[in-house]
């Protein structure tokens, strides 16, 4: 069982950034996908950034040279720097951790991004 418990979330004005990070518990997450996830009102969840024990990523389009994922896997920890922010961009952010091989898949309860001026 792998708990995953984000922070970093708020508000900022159009342009600015957030720095998510989450921390997981439960078990060494090395052998694990990690990712982040978000879901504006009225939407589906889409998948913003991925990465692996190995540290390669992908990004959405949308996100694409704005966003920043990394993960430490000593300290269990995915972080997402955001930057430039826009409107668009306001959803509730869910960390993910999916097992390579397994497939468990566990999610963090969520954070909330909200871009506006």
């Known amino acids: 069982q792998v708990q995953l418990v984000e922070s970093g979330g708020g508000w900022v004005q159009p342009g600015g950034s957030l720095r998510l990070s989450c921390a997981g518990s439960?078990?060494?997450?090395?052998?694990?996908?990690l990712g982040w996830w978000r879901q504006a009102p009225g939407k589906q969840r889409e998948r913003v950034a991925v990465?692996?024990?190995?540290?390669?990523?992908h990004y959405a389009d949308s996100v694409l040279g704005r966003f920043s994922i990394s993960r430490d896997n000593p300290t269990n920890t995915v972080h997402l720097q955001m930057n430039s922010l826009n409107t668009e961009d306001t959803a509730v952010y869910y960390c993910?951790?999916?097992?390579?091989?397994?497939?468990?898949?566990?999610w963090g309860q969520g954070t909330q991004v909200t871009v506006s001026s």
């Open positions: 993910n951790a999916r097992h390579l091989v397994e497939g468990t898949e566990y």
């Open positions: 990465i692996s024990g190995g540290m390669t990523t």
């Open positions: 439960g078990t060494n997450v090395e052998m694990y996908l």
